[in-house]
T-cell receptor, first 114, second 111 residues
Framework: GAGVSQSPSNKVTEKGKDVELRCDPI?????LYWYRQSLGQGLEFLIY????????KSGLPSDRFSAERTGGSVSTLTIQRTQQEDSAVYLC????????????FGQGTRLTVV | SQQGEEDPQALSIQEGENATMNCSYK?????LQWYRQNSGRGLVHLIL?????REKHSGRLRVTLDTSKKSSSLLITASRAADTASYFC???????????FGTGTSLTVIP
């Protein structure tokens, strides 16, 4: 695709429900990142995929968070039993070769847990 | 994990003035990048400087890197109202793969 695509753009969910956030990276980009940004804050690293290597999950805040990347392309970030503190913008980025090239970001998914 | 830290947190200048933002980090790096974010959504890549480079230019942007001080600066010359945004530095540890972002500088350019 022309750029990194994330869906949905906005998601409002009730506390306790599960949500899935999707990221479609730029074709040919082997590296894919998920970040979380709370209002007015910096970016918090969540998880990193590079080719067929085991993902780096060191940033996931709890076992309610998981992510997968199918076929080295599309990635899904799943949050189970959402809590109000999960409310944030979830940003996905991809790059050709990590870490020596620029990362291209999607427009993010704004998650609101009510 | 390391994280860059930008300084100042907020900066307000008149159109036409220069804006300087600083970034400090903690460990050895391969590269340092600067990104811009409008309205709290997607980030746009501005410039990448490698650890063996000291200065880089791109249009009205000038980036310096001092690896001995573990710091970088971003200079925007002849600022415009459209430069109003948040600016983040991102670093990668030379033993790792992820980008670590700082907390950002919020720049306001007053027309």
């Amino acid at each position: 695709g022309a750029g990194v695509s994330q869906s949905p753009s906005n998601k409002v969910t009730e506390k306790g429900k599960d949500v899935e956030l999707r990221c479609d990276p730029i074709s040919g980009h082997t590296a894919l990142y998920w970040y979380r940004q709370s209002l007015g804050q910096g970016l918090e690293f969540l998880i990193y995929f590079q080719g067929n290597s085991a993902p780096d999950k060191s940033g996931l805040p709890s076992d309610r968070f998981s992510a997968e990347r199918t076929g080295g392309s599309v990635s899904t970030l799943t949050i189970q039993r959402t809590q109000q503190e999960d409310s944030a913008v979830y940003l996905c980025a991809s790059s050709r070769l990590a870490p020596n090239t620029e990362a291209f970001f999607g427009q993010g998914t704004r998650l609101t847990v009510v | 994990s390391q994280q860059g830290e930008e300084d100042p947190q907020a900066l307000s200048i008149q159109e036409g003035e220069n804006a300087t933002m600083n970034c400090s980090y903690k460990t050895s790096i391969n590269n340092l990048q600067w990104y811009r974010q409008n309205s709290g959504r997607g980030l746009v890549h501005l410039i990448l400087i490698r650890s063996n480079e000291r200065e880089k230019h791109s249009g009205r942007l000038r980036v310096t890197l001092d690896t001995s001080k573990k710091s970088s600066s971003l200079l925007i010359t002849a600022s415009r109202a459209a430069d109003t945004a948040s600016y983040f530095c991102a670093t990668d540890e030379d033993t790792g793969n992820q980008f670590y972002f700082g907390t950002g500088t919020s720049l306001t350019v007053i027309p």
